[in-house]
């Protein structure tokens, strides 16, 4: 479009070559003349144009504007094909004209409705020219820029790609595409296209090797940047007409220095100057460089949106926070680029943000986000200002946007944040990782989340310190390492340790005050990690440690403390040793990590004072008192229970409310047995803290093991009520205590049956709800049990032995139950109550004694004296443990008792007399016993029968006397037998020394007649075979002698029996043998006519099994005593059939209590014990 | 050293004499040289398992109780037969006995509460102290044969006047059972060991509990005051023995050896050994002075 220029314009005139010849200086003058020639003449399309063009170039845009629509109008009244051309030309120019003022008009915020207006006239005319010359590519450059004052950049780039298609070599086209791709951000390709312009005009304004530049260093190349601007402030300009259209960002074609360029330059300089680690003469010479350029620029243009934005962004860094929000609200009053209004307002908010007015810094930092939504550190921006004003979930909104937009390409980020917004050379995306973690941390249910961050944030740190010079800022920030420990403090504990041991390090190294909570963290992470089970595997302990866990240590720890504080001159105390124990594995154990915890928190305690002699800060003295308590938890832990009482209670002295120490005091006092005080503990915290489950379920425990079931059912339904109701331990605990009331109403059926069903549905639903449930699955087990479903409940305990394997409650309620439906079983249960013993209840006298029945059971069953040893030494152990229980020396007499009579059971051939004597001799103590036993008062409320005690000490008559005859018999016979050995020994001996005799009276003859030696031996031998063959006769005759007398021997024993039952008082032995075999007796038992009158001495003989008294704890035994009935069952529980009817037939008949003590309830309550952790 | 075919419940270190006895849960008590350790002589006679064995101050005879409710007395010297001066005394009438110093008396804890205090030439009960209380698990004579302490099942402790048989001191301070006590060797202190991990110290003449000492994980079985009267040992069911300083109110050291309940222990007269039985049939002699 190349017009040539002349002073004056010639308007042709008519056809015939008329010219009127117009002063282009005079244009504006002489407008009504010019006008009117222009509506009168038909005057060629071109002169409007030329006309218009020379209005504009004077800024008289009405009279532009008149010209080019007057140019139209006559363009529309004769349309001529020749004139198409100008005539588009003409309406681009004003569409150009109607963007122009649409621009014009978004930055002097004239009202929307003008610029709607001129938009809308805009599109009308480019529409119309478009209709015209669909290809005409300065109409599609137009309305690409329309586009682009709409900001629909890829509908204009779309627009520009057409126009490049119609004419490759379009500059406005190149020019408009490239500001698009770089308002998208498209850098190469902008500088591409910009290049190509270059080539194409090399002396185009304005001046594209300024946006050049831009696009260097966008793309971070500085130095070509540097060239280009350098280049562009070279050049000799000559001013050329410039299509409106073809304005790029900042156009000031008028100056006749390129300021952009100029401040592009300074602005670089500057930034080098404070990044580089150039030597510090190279800094000044640039500093002073950029600033003499900027002042250059001020003085020529004090208005330019750059300038404006750098001198902001100046006093934003010199915190001249006041001059720097005036700046950038005048950047945003001259500018009217997004980028320059958002990076303007961007420093406004900062402005007001280190102004504390964070609300209107937010509302800048939303414009300016929505200004370019691109933008991270604007987000970034917005997203702390989120986390100051506590709205954690946006702020983390925020974050995770920026991570999705930026996960990978950081390099680049780093770059173009760091030198675009001149920020610190860390990253934002870093500090954005870094700060959601921290964000993430505190919530439990985004640790992993965290941690997972943490280490990205690593990651891209480490390849940010690959490039020179950048240190590991990370890894040396003790906050930051914090915020890492306190996220993996649930997955990985002993990480987080060495992070907190690194993050005390390190602020050590920095002689940063070090906060007591630190101290208190260490320590109780220490502890935890020493209570755990994976930190008591075998360790070398470390003598300072067994020092501190075996003594007493009754001194006083504040004493303590304050000594260690002196010899530790105030430095890290025991890092060291802290960081031998993490790093050495052999060192990993309970007893030095407590001991370590407890360094720790001595010397956080003593830092504590230190700092609360300086200022009595409330904090502080929170964290002292959580210090105490932790110390009190690490004592608590090394057995100094009395030490830990002591500081507990002094913790309650200086804050009264501290829940965790009355519940770990109720605690101790609890498994101390001091029910009272524990239960007191437990109700302070229940009135201190009405919702607090723990104080409740512990409350309730304690009620149950001061048995005072009542209560402890109220406290439980309390929990479940107002707490919690579906707290599984409180089902649990209820269930059980509803379980022990049924135990206790045995005497009233109705109300029994009334318990067992509560607990039956209770014990439903917590199962319902965590079928992994141990005790719930155990107490129903015991539940069925107890109502006599003897199969379910085996199958139940079977179940959960297989689950757990190594419950110790379990396998002792599988071994009652087993023992309950079969007593044949005895010898599946033994194992498993010695698995139980083993496993948990090494010193149970409970359990001993039911081993101990286990084991008595099978003795007798298989007339078998070394069960019953070991069933003797298991009711030993047992009351030795527990001596004060009678119903066990009960028990201890039965056994001893009936060692005599398996010993005299056992067929005769088996028996060993010594044992026998042995045997005999206990019957003396367990007579002895028993007589005791016997005469004691009812009112003492023995808990074994009275009446069985005598019954049996009567018995013990008989059983002697059984086992003398036994003796005798078997002495007897055992003489016979020598007698008969010792006779055979002789004949033997008399054949031989025959034989001998011959011998040598042979060897006489052979002597004598050797030539007849031959013949001789021969006869010899014969005589010998026959010696040995009549000895061999003799030797069976004898044994066949002895066949015919044993048979002869029990038969007289058979009819000393057949005596006894004559006699009465000899027929337990009757009884006796009949026991041999349950079954038949039972059957022959009912059949039996004369059953009643014997009826009393078998039973009490053959109840024996039953009558082995378990329940040490309640009145069980005296219950059997009374007669406990059991519903004839067909499962040949013959002995227990005949008890009932030898003591008293007329009663009602109930179910056989089975007998399982309370579920593992305590071991179940231990574990729960330990919850209250608070570290 | 293996030394009874089962656990061992009991043992006593003689004052003269050297002689180490051992009572074990297989009914027999065992002498053994306190020099050269090897077993001298094997006593039975019991029925049922020996609960306690003490050696009289002269080092001539021992008593022993056991489960099967008699207390018999051996005669260490001249291994003669001493039957029949066994005390029959009912089930859970003695459950632990101690000798008096002159050892012409012994003292044994019941069921019902009482000490009862046997004469040792007659074969007879002499009298019952009455504490009212519950199951007397242990009893101790002071040296000086001025107290006479026994423990209950309910952790009570209670010192009596031999004169005169009237109940000095109730102490409270125990809130589980107490298995074994002992006083030091000048009376001055009497130290007790209870199921709740706990070893008291107090001071006999004014009644008062002086300190308590935790440091056994389990309970506390078994009490040796050391004669040079500057350390005691204790054994638990924890299965470790531990040896305390009495004035630095310290365990000084812990004996991890026996692979069951230590059940007893006992020093040495002149202080420098020390035995330890244990459930795990086994008793170890220690170096300690």
Not at chain 1, 6 to 27: F, H, K, N, Y
Not at chain 1, 310 to 339: F, G, I
Not at chain 1, 413 to 429: F, G, I, K, N, Q
Not at chain 2, 186 to 196: C, E, M, P
Request: aromatic share 6%.
């Amino acid at each position: 479009m190349a017009i040539p220029r002349t002073a004056t314009i010639d308007i042709p005139i008519g056809q015939i070559g008329e010219v009127l010849e117009v002063s282009r200086q005079d244009l504006g003058e002489n407008e009504v003349f010019v006008f009117n020639i222009l509506n009168e003449e038909a005057v060629p399309l071109w002169v409007y144009l030329d006309i218009a063009l020379e209005y504009w170039k004077q800024g008289l845009e009405r009279q532009f504007e008149e010209a080019i629509r007057s140019g139209l109008r006559r363009a529309k009244k004769a349309p001529d094909p020749s004139e198409k051309r100008h005539h588009v030309l003409l309406l681009n120019l004003l569409a150009s004209f109607f963007i122009e003022k649409l621009k014009l008009n978004a930055e002097s915020g004239i009202a929307p409705d003008a610029s709607h207006a001129a938009e809308l006239d805009a599109t009308a005319l480019l529409n119309e020219a478009l209709a015209m010359a669909s290809t005409d590519v300065y109409t599609i450059v137009a309305s690409a820029n329309i586009r682009i004052a709409r900001r629909e950049y890829d509908e204009a780039s779309r627009a520009f790609e057409g126009a490049l298609h119609h004419g490759p070599n379009c500059i406005p086209a190149l020019l408009g595409q490239a500001s698009v791709q770089c308002a998208l951000g498209v850098y190469r390709k902008a500088l591409e296209m910009y290049q190509k312009v270059l080539r194409l005009k090399p002396d185009i304004q304005p001046d594209v090797r300024v946006p050049i530049g831009i696009c260097y260093y966008q793309l971070g190349a500085p130095t070509q940047a540097r060239k280009a601007f350098s280049r562009a402030l070279e050049q000799v300009r000559i001013p050329v007409a410039v299509t409106a259209g073809d304005r790029v960002i900042n156009s000031h074609p008028q100056d006749p220095e390129n300021l952009d360029a100029m401040m592009l330059l300074a602005i670089m300089d500057w930034n080098h100057c404070r990044h580089s680690e150039a030597d510090l003469d190279v800094i000044t010479a640039m500093s002073l460089k950029s600033n003499a350029a900027l002042s250059k620029v001020y003085l020529q243009d004090s208005t330019h949106p750059l300038l404006l934005i750098q001198m902001a962004e100046r006093k934003l860094l010199q915190n001249d926070y006041a001059k720097a929000s005036e700046y950038a609200d005048r950047v945003l009053q001259y500018s009217n680029t997004e980028r320059l209004r958002s990076e303007a307002l961007f420093c406004k908010g900062k402005a007001l943000q280190a102004q504390r007015h964070y609300k209107d810094a937010l509302a800048c930092f939303v414009e300016a986000g929505k200004l370019s939504p691109a933008a991270l550190p604007v987000q970034y921006s917005i997203a702390s200002l989120h986390i100051s004003q506590g709205q954690i979930e946006l702020a983390c909104q925020g974050l995770e946007a920026i991570l999705l937009k930026e996960p990978d390409n950081v390099e680049i980020l780093v770059v173009s944040l760091a030198e675009d917004m001149e920020v610190d050379a860390s990253s934002p995306t870093r500090l954005s990782f870094q700060q959601l973690a921290s964000l993430y941390a505190p919530s439990a249910s985004h640790q992993e989340r965290a941690t997972e961050l943490f280490a990205l944030a690593l990651k891209h740190e480490s390849k940010g310190s690959t490039e020179p010079g950048q240190q590991s800022a990370l890894m040396e920030d003790a906050h930051t390492l914090l915020d890492m420990a306190r996220a993996s403090e649930q997955a990985n504990m002993k990480k987080s340790l060495q992070l907190h041991v690194q993050a005390l390090k390190s602020l050590h190294e920095k002689s940063q005050p070090i906060l007591a909570e630190l101290y208190n963290n260490i320590g109780a992470m220490c502890l935890m990690l020493g209570e755990r089970d994976t930190a008591t595997g075998p360790g070398t302990v470390l003598a300072e440690a067994k020092n501190y866990s075996d003594c007493a240590a009754n001194e006083d720890p504040d004493s303590i403390a304050e000594a260690m504080h002196s010899n530790g001159d105030g430095s890290l105390f025991r890092v060291d040793l802290l960081e031998t124990i993490l790093n050495n594995d052999t060192y990993w154990c309970k007893e030095n990590l407590l001991f370590v915890a407890g360094e720790i928190l001595n010397y956080g305690i003593a830092r504590c004072k230190e700092a609360g002699d300086v200022s009595m800060q409330n904090s502080n003295a929170m964290t002292k008192v959580t210090l105490s308590y932790n110390m009190a938890r690490v004592r608590e832990s090394l057995g100094h229970t009395n030490r830990a009482i002591k500081l507990y209670k002094r913790v309650l002295q200086e804050h009264p409310a501290y829940v965790d120490s009355h519940l770990r005091l109720g605690i101790i006092y609890l498994q101390q047995g001091q029910f009272d005080d524990a239960i007191e503990q437990f109700r302070l915290v229940a009135d201190i803290d009405p919702k607090n489950k723990e104080a409740r379920l512990h409350l309730g425990r304690a009620y149950m093991m001061a048995d005072k079931k009542i209560e402890a059912k109220r406290t439980f339904d309390s929990v479940l009520k107002t707490i919690d109701n579906q707290n599984l331990p409180a089902l649990v605990a209820l269930a059980h205590v509803q379980l022990g009331l049924a135990r206790a109403a045995r005497h009233d059926p109705k109300e029994r049956e009334d318990w067992i069903l509560r607990g039956h549905r209770l014990y439903d639903a917590a199962l319902k709800a965590d079928n992994q449930n141990v005790p719930a699955a155990i107490g129903m087990g015991i539940i069925l049990a107890e109502s006599g479903f003897l199969a379910d409940a085996k199958s139940v305990f079977s179940q959960v032995e297989q689950a757990t394997g190594n419950n110790a409650a379990v396998a002792m309620n599988l071994a009652h139950v087993l023992l309950a439906a079969d007593e044949r079983d005895a010898k599946v249960a033994i194992p498993l109550y010695e698995k139980a013993l083993k496993k948990g209840y090494g010193k149970d006298p409970y359990v001993l004694a039911a081993l101990s029945r286990a084991y008595y059971i099978l003795a007798r069953e298989r007339k078998d004296d070394s069960s019953m040893k070991r069933s003797l030494l298991c009711i030993e152990q047992a009351v030795k443990i527990n001596p004060s229980d009678s119903a066990m020396i009960f028990n201890l007499a039965l056994v001893k008792q009936q060692m005599a009579g398996v010993l005299n059971d056992q067929p005769i051939e088996k028996r060993n007399l010594n044992a026998m004597h042995a045997a005999k001799e206990g019957i003396k103590t367990a007579e002895r016993l028993l007589i005791a036993l016997a005469a004691r008062t009812p009112e003492s409320r023995p808990n074994y029968s009275l009446e069985h005690a005598t019954l049996r000490r009567d018995y013990c008559a008989d059983v002697r006397k059984l086992s003398e005859k036994k003796i005798h018999e078997t002495t007897t016979l055992e003489r016979q037998r020598e007698e008969r050995k010792e006779m055979i020994r002789e004949e033997q001996k008399a054949r031989e020394e025959e034989k001998r005799r011959k011998e040598e009276e042979e060897n006489g003859i052979r002597k004598e007649r050797e030539e007849r030696l031959a013949i001789q031996r021969m006869e010899e031998q014969a005589r010998v075979q026959a010696n040995e063959a009549s000895s061999q006769q003799h030797d069976e005759s004898l044994k066949e002698e002895e066949g015919r007398k044993k048979p002869k021997g029990s038969k007289r024993t058979r009819e000393a029996m057949a005596d006894g039952d004559a006699d009465g008082p000899d027929a337990p032995r009757d009884g006796k043998r009949k026991l041999v075999r349950k079954k038949s007796v039972a059957a022959k038992g009912a059949t039996d006519p004369e059953r009643g009158g014997r009826g009393r001495a078998r039973g009490v003989q053959s109840q024996l099994s039953a009558e082995f008294i378990l329940d040490s704890d309640e009145s069980d035994s005296a219950d059997e005593g009374n007669g406990t009935k059991q519903e004839s069952t067909s499962n040949g529980q013959s002995s227990l059939e005949e008890r009932r009817n030898s003591i008293s037939e007329d009663e009602d008949v109930r179910p056989r209590p089975t007998k399982i003590k309370r579920p593992a309830f305590d071991s179940d309550s231990d574990d729960d014990v330990r919850d209250p952790d608070d570290a | 050293m293996v030394t009874h075919e089962d656990g061992i419940w009991s043992v006593a270190w003689s004052k003269r004499g050297n002689r180490i006895v051992t009572g074990s849960v297989d009914d027999t008590i065992k002498v053994w040289s306190g020099d050269s350790f090897e077993e001298t002589n094997l006593l039975e006679g019991h029925q049922l398992g020996v609960l306690s064995v003490d050696i009289s101050p002269d080092g001539t005879t021992a008593m022993s109780t056991s489960l099967d409710s008699q207390i018999r007395f051996w005669d260490l010297i001249h291994r003669a037969k001493t039957d029949d001066k066994t005390i029959d005394a009912g089930p859970v009438e003695a459950w632990t006995g101690a000798y008096s110093p002159d050892g012409r008396h012994v003292a044994t804890g019941s069921h019902t509460g009482n000490i009862n205090i046997w004469s040792t030439e007659e074969s007879k009960k002499e009298r019952t102290l009455e504490t009212r209380g519950k199951f007397i698990m242990s009893v101790a004579y002071s040296p000086n044969g001025l107290y006479v302490a026994c423990g209950a099942e309910n952790g009570a402790v209670h010192i009596f006047d031999v004169p005169t048989g009237r109940l000095l001191h109730s102490l409270q301070g125990h809130s589980m059972c107490v298995r074994t006590m002992t006083f030091s060797p000048d009376s001055a202190l009497l130290i007790t060991g209870s199921d709740d991990k706990r070893i008291n110290l107090y001071d006999v003449h004014h009644g008062n509990c002086l300190s308590s000492l935790a440091g056994h994980q389990s309970w506390v079985l078994s009490l040796s005051y050391s004669p040079d009267t500057t350390h005691f040992a204790s054994g638990s069911s924890d299965k470790r023995a531990k040896i305390w300083d009495v004035k630095a109110r310290q365990c000084i050291h812990t004996f991890d050896d026996h692979d069951d309940q230590v059940w007893g222990v006992a020093y040495s007269d002149d202080g420098t050994k020390l035995a330890t039985v244990s459930e795990d049939r086994s008793m170890n002699i220690y170096q300690t002075g």
